[in-house]
């Protein structure tokens, strides 16, 4: 059996922005949430199986970001709905 271990990445307060893509085409479809993260050369990117686990998974963090950091913060998740055509 494999163990995974958790692994720290950042604080909360640390994310600068949410944006969750959707690229390809068909059966091919990949959906993705792309987090910027304060200090980081480039955003942090996991990719999901369906466009509504991307969608959880922005507004879970975008959640826990208020919490941490009050609710005077704007959203850090763009809501944009962008899909990329995968070439």
């Known amino acids: ?3 995974f271990q958790p692994m ?3 604080d909360f307060d640390q994310v600068q922005s949410i944006l969750t893509l959707s690229a390809g ?3 091919e ?3 993705q949430v792309q987090i910027r993260i304060a200090g980081a050369l ?3 990117t996991i990719t999901c199986p369906s466009a509504d686990l991307s969608a959880h998974l922005a507004s879970l963090i ?3 970001c208020h919490l941490i950091n009050g609710d005077s913060r704007p959203d850090v998740w763009k809501r944009t709905g962008v899909k990329l055509k995968l070439v």
């Open 8 to 10: 720290f990445i950042a």
């Open 1 to 3: 059996m494999v163990m």
């Open 42 to 44: 480039e955003p942090l």
């Open 62 to 64: 975008n959640g826990y």
């Open 29 to 31: 479809v990949k959906h």
């Open 25 to 27: 085409v068909g059966t």
